[in-house]
C-alpha cells in the first residue's frame, strides 16, 4: 500500500511539474504559445465598455494587456484610468476572465510620462531629469518605493520603466525635452536606475527598461516618424544596459524604434536581428523577455506595414509585440496579428523554435511574478 501510495505521489508531482514547464516539445498549442506573445491597448473603465479585449483574452489568449490615462486618437483624457478603486477593480475583471495570467502594463514613469495622476487619486511623483540633476539615490528609491507599492495594490506587474536613455540631446522632443532621462552620464543612470528596479523588484513589479539601444541623441520623436540617429548616437549609450543587465539579468527590455545605420544599414532597432539578437543577446548577454516599442507608431507602421514589421520583429528576436492601440485604434488588432505569425510560421518564415522560445521566457517570468 505504501509503495502503490508513493508511486501515485510521485506521478502526480510529474504531471504538474510537466504542466507548467517550458514549452520543449509539439504538445503544447501553438495559438496559445503565439497568443502570449501579443500584448494590446483597449477602451473602457471595466471590460463591458469593451467587447474586443474581453474577446482577445478569452478567445486569441493573449498574453498583456497595457493601460493608458489619455486616449490619443480621441483626444480625450478618458481612457482606462479614473481612479484608484476603478483601477484595481479593472486590472481584477482582466485577470479573471483570462486562464492564463495576463502581463498589465502601464508607463509610471514619473513627471510628464505618468498614467497614474494626482487628479485621478494617486500620489504625485517627479521625474528622472528631477532626481538626476538632486542626485541623491536615497531620495529616487523613497520615489521608486511609492510608485512600484502603487503599481502592486492595484495589480500592475509591468512597469515600461525607469528610462535609461542618456540625454545626450537635451532638445530631443520625446526624452530630453519631456524630463525622461536621468542624465548624460551613464554612471548616473547606472545609480538612479538600478534604485528604481530594486524598488520594483521587491514590489514584485517587472521594471522594463529603455528604450534599447538608446534613444537619447535622437532629434525626432518616432510616435510621428522615423528617428535617425546615425550621427548622434555614441557608444556609451549601451553602458546602462551592460551594467543593469549584468546586475539584474531577469529584468525586461524595451527596444527603440530609432535607425542607426552604423549599427544596421537597414533596419530600425526594433526590426535587427543584428541589433536585438548579436548586441542585445549576444554582447551583453540578455535572456530576459523583450518587449517592443508600440508597434503601431508611425515609425514602424508608415514605413513597413503591418504583417512585415510583425515577422521582421519576431525574427529580430522580439518576445513580446506591444499595440498600444493609443497612436491609432484598430479593434480587431489581436486577431490580426496572432493571424499573421500563425501564417508566417506555417509558411517557415517564423520558425517555431522562435515561437517556443519567447513563450518560454514569458511563461518563466510570469512565473517568477508569482502571478494569479
Not at 510608485?147 to 540631446?169: C, K, Q, R, S
Not at 528596479?197 to 538608446?214: A, D, T, Y
Not at 521582421?312 to 493609443?326: Q, R
Not at 480587431?332 to 517557415?348: C, L, N, Q, T
Request: aromatic share 8%; charged share 20%.
Amino acid at each position: 500500500m505504501k509503495y502503490i501510495l508513493s508511486l501515485f505521489l510521485i506521478c502526480l508531482l510529474l504531471f504538474i511539474s510537466y504542466s507548467f514547464s517550458p514549452a520543449e516539445n509539439n504538445d503544447l498549442d501553438l495559438d496559445k504559445m503565439i497568443g502570449q506573445m501579443v500584448m494590446v491597448g483597449f477602451r473602457g473603465f471595466d471590460i463591458a465598455e469593451s467587447d474586443h479585449i474581453k474577446r482577445d483574452i478569452q478567445d486569441h489568449k493573449i498574453g498583456g494587456v497595457i493601460l493608458f490615462d489619455y486616449d490619443v486618437p480621441e483626444s480625450i483624457p478618458e481612457r482606462n484610468i479614473k481612479n484608484p478603486d476603478q483601477v484595481q477593480n479593472l486590472i481584477a475583471e482582466l485577470q479573471d476572465i483570462s486562464v492564463n495570467p495576463l502581463f498589465i502594463a502601464v508607463d509610471q514613469e514619473g513627471g510628464r510620462v505618468t498614467r497614474l495622476k494626482v487628479q485621478h487619486g494617486f500620489p504625485e511623483t517627479v521625474s528622472a531629469d528631477y532626481l538626476g540633476k538632486i542626485n541623491h539615490p536615497d531620495t529616487t528609491k523613497k520615489h521608486a518605493d511609492i510608485t512600484a507599492g502603487v503599481l502592486n495594490e492595484m495589480g500592475f506587474n509591468v512597469n515600461f520603466a525607469p528610462v535609461v536613455d542618456l540625454n545626450i540631446n537635451p532638445e530631443n522632443p520625446i526624452i530630453g525635452k519631456l524630463g525622461r532621462s536621468f542624465g548624460a552620464e551613464p554612471d548616473l543612470v547606472n545609480v538612479h536606475a538600478e534604485a528604481v528596479i530594486q524598488s520594483h523588484v521587491r514590489h514584485n513589479v517587472l521594471p522594463v527598461v529603455k528604450h534599447f539601444p538608446g534613444h537619447g541623441s535622437a532629434w525626432n520623436d518616432t510616435h510621428v516618424g522615423m528617428a535617425d540617429v546615425t550621427d548622434t548616437w555614441i557608444a556609451a549609450e549601451l553602458d546602462p544596459y551592460r551594467y543593469l543587465l549584468h546586475h539584474h539579468p531577469d529584468i525586461g527590455v524595451m527596444t527603440a524604434h530609432v535607425f542607426n545605420s552604423n549599427l544596421d544599414a537597414d533596419h530600425p532597432a526594433t526590426l535587427s536581428n543584428h541589433i536585438q539578437f548579436n548586441i542585445l543577446r549576444g554582447t551583453l548577454g540578455f535572456k530576459g523577455v523583450l518587449f517592443s516599442d508600440d508597434m503601431q507608431m508611425d515609425a514602424i507602421r508608415s514605413y513597413y506595414g503591418l504583417e512585415t514589421a510583425v515577422k521582421k520583429a519576431i525574427n529580430a528576436g522580439v518576445d513580446v509585440l506591444v499595440f498600444a492601440n493609443n497612436s491609432v485604434y484598430d479593434p480587431d488588432i489581436a486577431p490580426k496579428v496572432i493571424s499573421a505569425i500563425k501564417a508566417f510560421v506555417e509558411s517557415g518564415d517564423i520558425s517555431e523554435e522562435r515561437i517556443k522560445e519567447a513563450y518560454n521566457r514569458i511563461i518563466e517570468t510570469k512565473k517568477r511574478l508569482e502571478l494569479p
